[in-house]
């Protein structure tokens, strides 16, 4: 788990497959998708890293598609 929080200013509509999802902390019906393609990855979440070094690692693992 890693702490984060979420700042909209937009909306995206993709058809890319969610490689995570956050979940709230105290609103759970509704969750922030991390995409993933090639070498971007990309999310509304604004994640605190040293919270959690080791899933901050694999987020940013290069996934070949």
Known sequence: MM??????????????????TGERLYNTSVGENIFQLKRLTAS???GYFASNPIATAQLFRYCPY
């Open 3 to 20: 702490r984060c929080h979420t700042f909209h200013h937009s909306l995206i509509e993709t058809a890319l497959k969610p490689i995570a």
């Open 44 to 46: 509304y979440l604004h």
